[in-house]
């Protein structure tokens, strides 16, 4: 990375910018979110949800997948009165490496209970969510937990498909709350 492309991601971390990010073909809408940590080859994101004006979890992304992307540097535009009005302020990360694909699963299994990725150059309409179960030099392995929270089968995946890496969204965290309480849950209803 170049010291004056270095210099600029440093203020707007420091400024916390929010950035929209278009990464088309790989994802249809923006993806927008608070730089936290990035290197020459990988972006952390806490993500911002435009639709409900909240910060809804973490993703790691390749940089060489973002095709253009806008700053929101200004305080007039809509999007930072709504984060200044909101009080709405993007959390650091704990111990999350974006070091290479393996690191990146790595740390995150060690601090979040679900991953969810993404291999959107083969299908950019699923994603798959579970726990990390093995790494391997070129292959990693999920144990996958469905939309009904039900733990399903492992299955593998090549680190070279992976495009992007998320955690720590209400989505994840309401999948593994069910399914950690799915007992308890069901006793309270007889």
Do not use: Q
């Amino acid at each position: 990375m170049s010291k004056k492309k270095s210099i600029y991601i440093e203020d707007i971390r420091e400024r916390k910018l929010l950035i929209e990010f278009n990464r088309k073909p790989l994802e249809k809408s923006k993806l927008f979110g608070f730089v936290l940590i990035c290197n020459d080859e990988f972006t952390l994101i806490h993500e911002f949800d435009v639709n409900f004006f909240r910060l809804d979890g973490y993703c790691i992304f390749k940089n060489d997948s973002v095709k253009k992307y806008s700053v929101y540097d200004k305080d007039e535009y809509f999007l930072n009165e709504v984060i200044k009005f909101k009080n709405i302020d993007p959390r650091p990360v704990p111990n999350v490496s974006i070091e290479s694909w393996s690191e990146i699963l790595r740390t995150v299994n060690e601090s979040f209970p679900l991953i969810r990725i993404e291999r959107e150059k083969i299908d950019n309409k699923s994603c798959y969510i579970g726990k990390l179960e093995k790494l391997k030099k070129k292959t990693f392995s999920l144990m996958e937990i469905d939309s009904s929270a039900d733990w399903d089968k492992s299955y593998s995946y090549k680190y070279d498909d992976l495009t992007k890496v998320g955690f720590d969204s209400e989505y994840e965290n309401t999948l593994i709350f069910v399914a950690e309480n799915r007992d308890g849950i069901k006793a309270k209803e007889s």
